[in-house]
C-alpha cells in the first residue's frame, strides 16, 4: 500500500510541479520484498530505530510476541550497508541508557553505521548528572574521532559553529581533567 501511495504522491508532485521529499522511519523489523523495495528506493530518506547496544535496544524494542527484536534489527542494518543504502540509525537515549550512549555509538559503528540522530525524549534532569555528563562527553570525542566520515546529530551543528581547533582544545582540556 505504501509503495502505492509514494506512486500516487510522485504523480501528483509532477502534475503539480511540486518537490517530493520522501522520507521513513522503520523499526527494521520487516523483511518482505514489497518492504525492502521501499526502503531500496534512491529517494527515500530512511531512518532505522536501534537504541545502541542490543541489550539496551531490546529493554524498550520487542516483536509483538515480546521477542527481543535487535538481532532482527541488526540484520537489516547490515543488507542495507551491504547495498550501500545511505541510511541514519535513530538511537534514543533514554535516562536509563545514557551511560550507554558511548558503547552504543561504538558498536552501531562497528556495524557499519554513518549517520546517527539522537533521540532524547526526556526534558531535563537526567543529563545533569555526573555519569550522564561523562557519557555525552565521550559521546562527543566519538564524533570527533570519526569526524567527517561519521555523524552524530547532537554535536553536528555545533561543531560546525566552533571549529574543529575549539573542539580540538575542548577535547584537549577535558583529556587533562579540566
Known amino acids: 500500500m505504501i509503495l502505492e501511495l509514494v506512486k500516487h504522491a510522485r504523480s501528483e508532485a509532477a502534475r503539480r510541479e511540486v518537490e517530493l521529499t520522501l522520507s521513513m522511519t522503520t523499526n527494521g523489523t520487516l523483511d518482505s520484498p514489497a518492504s525492502w523495495s521501499l526502503m531500496m528506493l534512491s529517494d527515500m530518506q530512511l531512518a532505522v530505530s536501534h537504541d545502541g547496544l542490543p541489550s539496551v535496544h531490546d529493554r524498550h524494542r520487542v516483536t509483538i510476541d515480546g521477542q527481543p527484536s535487535s538481532r532482527k534489527v541488526q540484520e537489516t542494518m547490515a543488507r542495507l550497508v551491504h ?21 552504543g555509538l561504538d558498536y552501531l559503528y562497528e556495524c557499519g553505521v554513518r549517520r546517527l540522530t539522537l533521540a532524547r525524549p526526556w526534558t531535563s534532569g537526567p543529563e545533569r548528572t555526573g555519569a550522564s555528563r561523562y557519557a555525552i562527553s565521550r559521546a562527543a570525542d566519538f564524533w570527533q574521532e570519526h569526524l567527517p566520515e561519521c555523524s552524530v546529530s547532537w554535536f553536528g551543528r555545533k561543531g560546525r559553529k566552533i571549529g574543529p581547533r575549539a573542539l580540538a582544545r575542548n577535547r584537549a582540556l577535558r583529556l587533562r581533567g579540566r
Open 83 to 103: 547495498e550501500r543504502k545511505d541510511f541514519r540509525v535513530v538511537m534514543v537515549v533514554r535516562p536509563d541508557n545514557v551511560e550507554t550512549l558511548p558503547a
